[in-house]
């Protein structure tokens, strides 16, 4: 969701959470300044939990450390870190991909979780899959990330394989967290399939946006939005626990 406006149209569509993106190309362009901004607008306007995505972190440890901060308090009720190189790509732009080193992404998730409220969940992002390198590296990153202070994971995939690797992943897994998807690519597979493979959240990326804009109706999908109810882990609202403190 970019702006309020986006997040008032979402609500009564029945997804439980919203994801806060920039509002422009999926290039990096967005600073953490720009993102607090955002997240301060859609926390004023809806209810639900904000989920919000922090791309690789905006900077060094001292610069994410602030950035998580900043976010957080501006009404974040979780980020997602991914382990993209600051000069980062959309996923669904084809070509060679580096990814920062594990012992890199495990300092920038660590500086994350100094800075973050301690309310706010952290979601550790790997694109391990998109960069070719497998699942077992996929889940490699992920235990470490996982070790080093994220409360879930989030995997992404764009091979053409149905979202096999997806699946295969979930299944490596074997619960140890929550697990986030975006299957883009995947419009084939429904809830029921990543649900049983242990995947527990999944985000429809801008699907729901360009259906509330157009139609003023979510999109005739999956119905069954995360979380599934196989894990009992859900995000709760900075707006709800505010007023429930206040």
């Not at 929550?178 to 597979?189: E, N």
């Not at 242990?198 to 360009?210: E, K, S, V």
Request: some cysteine; charged content about 25%.
């Amino acid at each position: 969701m970019p702006h309020g406006h986006a997040a008032h149209d979402h609500a009564p569509t029945g997804f439980p959470n919203t994801y806060a993106l920039g509002g422009l190309p999926d290039l990096g362009l967005i600073d953490s300044s720009e993102m607090a901004s955002v997240v301060r607008t859609v926390a004023r306007t809806t209810r639900h939990p904000v989920v919000v995505d922090m791309e690789s972190g905006y900077g060094g440890p001292r610069k994410v450390d602030l950035a998580a901060r900043t976010i957080s308090q501006a009404g974040a009720s979780a980020v997602c870190i991914e382990d993209n190189t600051l000069d980062k790509w959309s996923i669904l732009y084809p070509g060679e991909r580096d990814l920062a080193s594990v012992e890199e992404q495990e300092k920038c998730l660590r500086a994350t979780r100094r800075g973050l409220e301690p309310s706010c969940f952290l979601i550790a992002r790997t694109e391990a899959l998109v960069a070719g390198h497998g699942v077992a590296e996929a889940l490699n990153r992920a235990n470490r990330y996982v070790d080093a202070g994220a409360d879930a994971v989030f995997v992404q995939a764009t091979r053409p394989d149905g979202g096999e690797e997806l699946l295969e992943f979930g299944r490596g897994w074997d619960r140890r967290t929550p697990v986030f998807i975006a299957p883009t690519c995947y419009p084939a597979l429904g809830a029921e399939e990543y649900a049983r493979s242990g995947i527990t959240h999944w985000i429809f990326a801008n699907q729901p946006l360009r259906s509330v804009g157009r139609w003023k109706t979510p999109p005739n999908r999956s119905e069954k939005l995360g979380p599934a109810p196989l894990h009992n882990w859900t995000i709760r609202s900075h707006r709800c626990q505010r007023s429930e403190t206040s």
